[in-house]
């Protein structure tokens, strides 16, 4: 697959199916390597996304926000992620490009909607939605890649109605794929999204960019979910989940079925071994990031609220695979 043709190649794909394309949203700390494995195991999306990466991480290794391990791919993985950069200059997004191109990814997405404190104080993610220019311009730079670039914003700043100047903005820039969350920074995710703008969005790109794929993100829990509001508003290309993945690892299975605590523990246990295994090459995995994916796997209504429990005094993958081993003593019929 040559890098021009990598979004129209996953948008024909799915088109002939008759469905949206599906992806996995880049989540900090969340979109992998290791958790990447695990969601393909359970029902793989169209594509993955990855963490959000630093522009200028990486080719400045002595930057204050160091790119470790996110872009590191286990070699068991099948497919290269989409690499998500944050900035705000022009040139970082140049010259990660250029590196990006030479180790195989096949294309970028901007981020212009992070509502984290730090990222908006260091001008990225939902700063670029006060600053168009420096939008347009990274834009532009990450183009010279010849990767396919995309990118994914909110509505807007402060005010939902913000999005009625800004898509078209970011339309005219032409990229492959503008990703809505639908919500704005303020917002946060305090609020329901605003599934009612999507037919205006649309409308926008039709009129603007019809040949950008339009996807949208924020309170999708699953693929069933996303094929309804696809059908629900012709012209949507994609369908983007995020937080779903956290409700039900199964998010993108196409025929929704009922999973055994077994299965859920089972896929718990690949986790441990791909963590594992991630921290041979880098010292960045520590063990407590691991307890606030517990709660997808042992889950209250399976009865394992007590293995969760359990699990959660842990201080190693060790312990919980000892845990694990004696699942039984913790779990309610």
């Not at 990855?50 to 590191?72: C, M």
């Not at 246990?269 to 691991?290: C, E, G, N, T, V």
Request: with cysteine; charged share 25%.
């Amino acid at each position: 697959m040559t890098e021009s043709t990598f979004w129209s190649d996953i948008a024909a794909k799915a088109k002939a199916k008759q469905r949206p394309f599906f992806t996995m949203a880049p989540m900090e700390a969340v979109s992998n390597t290791v958790f990447r494995q695990v969601i393909a195991k359970a029902s793989a999306p169209d594509t993955f996304f990855s963490e959000f990466v630093y522009a200028k991480g990486i080719t400045d290794p002595n930057t204050k926000f160091p790119v470790h391990g996110r872009l590191y791919m286990d070699p068991r993985e099948q497919m290269k992620p989409v690499v998500q950069l944050w900035g705000n200059v022009a040139e970082d997004f140049e010259a990660a490009g250029k590196v990006l191109k030479d180790m195989g990814f096949p294309a970028i997405d901007i981020n212009m909607g992070c509502p984290d404190s730090t990222v908006i104080k260091n001008h990225g993610g939902s700063d670029l939605i006060r600053n168009h220019q420096w939008a347009q311009d990274v834009i532009a730079a990450a183009k010279t890649s010849g990767l396919a670039v995309s990118a994914k914003t909110r509505l807007g700043y402060s005010k939902v109605e913000e999005f009625r100047d800004w898509i078209p903005f970011l339309l005219e820039q032409h990229v492959d794929v503008l990703t809505i969350h639908l919500r704005t920074k303020m917002e946060m995710s305090k609020v329901d999204a605003h599934l009612e703008v999507i037919d205006d969005i649309i409308k926008m790109r039709d009129e603007i960019a019809p040949e950008t794929l339009i996807q949208i993100n924020g309170d999708i829990p699953d693929y069933q979910s996303g094929l309804k509001l696809a059908q629900d508003h012709p012209g949507l290309d994609g369908i983007m989940i995020g937080r779903g993945v956290f409700s039900n690892p199964f998010a993108f299975e196409k025929e929704p079925q009922t999973h055994s605590l077994s299965e859920l523990l089972d896929l718990l246990q690949m986790q441990l071994d791909l963590f594992d295994d991630f921290a041979k090459h880098y010292d960045i995995p520590r063990f407590a990031s691991l307890k606030r994916f517990f709660k997808i796997y042992a889950r209250p209504e399976l009865g394992a609220t007590d293995l969760r429990n359990k699990m959660m005094d842990t201080k190693s993958t060790d312990e919980v695979r000892k845990i694990l081993a004696e699942a039984d003593k913790y779990i309610s019929n």
